[in-house]
């Protein structure tokens, strides 16, 4: 008998609340406004996460969180209270909360984010409010040739239904060409109200298509159909392995 399948994380979520600011003292509190960003290491995958900390009308704090690589932006932070030594934030959307220990520049946390019974070392750097997602993949030699087949055989929005031991999940991933020349791409985990999740290595070879989404620690293998209007495969996540066929959808 198979050992029972493991069960697939769900992925991270947002939920509107109500915000909620602490703050004590008005001079730290200045210290900590902008843009902090942080990569949470949990093995197979890893995740960038970004703090945006803003003074709020009326005096005190206020914030929100993002997770990029699961395509998650805008998670109200439901409190932040700064000392001249320590940061805490509470994000009750997701269970989680961050303490960490400023720097005497300001400029840098050191500390531990915590999820549910779980506890992560989270270093924060203050910088630019950009995306860490935007910026351009840099593809091996080997990959680049492949990746711009996929961008010139494959490009479209293809969709499909993951069969897991809970529920079945709709996928749809879309493939797109930049400027360059090159395949990029987005999923969206329909049945869980995700946002466009980045996919990365997307390589087209010998009519074998391969990608990464990186920010739920997930790969897809298949092949593409003769007419190339079908892929049929399969997705690895976490230790398990599911089919998954994904049909392109017919455009005008």
Do not use: C
Request: net charge neutral; hydrophobic share 35%; aromatic share 4%.
């Amino acid at each position: 008998m198979n050992a029972p399948m493991k069960k697939l994380p769900a992925l991270l979520a947002s939920a509107l609340i109500l915000l909620s600011t602490v703050t004590h003292g008005a001079e730290p509190a200045k210290t900590v406004t902008g843009h902090w960003h942080g990569l949470l290491d949990a093995g197979s995958v890893k995740l960038h996460v970004v703090f945006h900390i803003s003074q709020a009308t009326g005096g005190g704090l206020t914030a929100t969180m993002d997770s990029p690589d699961q395509g998650v932006r805008g998670i109200p932070v439901d409190s932040v209270t700064v000392t001249d030594k320590e940061l805490i934030m509470e994000v009750k959307a997701v269970r989680g909360g961050y303490k960490g220990t400023l720097d005497p520049s300001a400029d840098t946390v050191v500390g531990q984010w915590t999820q549910g019974p779980n506890s992560l070392p989270l270093k924060l750097t203050k910088g630019a409010g950009t995306d860490p997602t935007t910026a351009v993949e840099v593809l091996s030699p080997a990959d680049l040739p492949t990746n711009k087949d996929a961008a010139q055989k494959i490009t479209g929005i293809w969709n499909g239904a993951l069969v897991t031991p809970g529920p079945t999940l709709r996928l749809r991933v879309t493939i797109s060409k930049t400027a360059s020349g090159a395949a990029t791409g987005t999923m969206v985990s329909l049945d869980q109200g995700t946002g466009e999740i980045p996919v990365r290595a997307i390589t087209l070879k010998e009519g074998k298509v391969r990608f990464e989404v990186p920010g739920v620690g997930g790969l897809y293998e298949g092949t593409l159909a003769s007419d190339g209007t079908r892929l049929s495969g399969q997705w690895q996540q976490q230790g398990n392995t599911l089919p998954l066929d994904l049909q392109k959808t017919k455009t005008e």
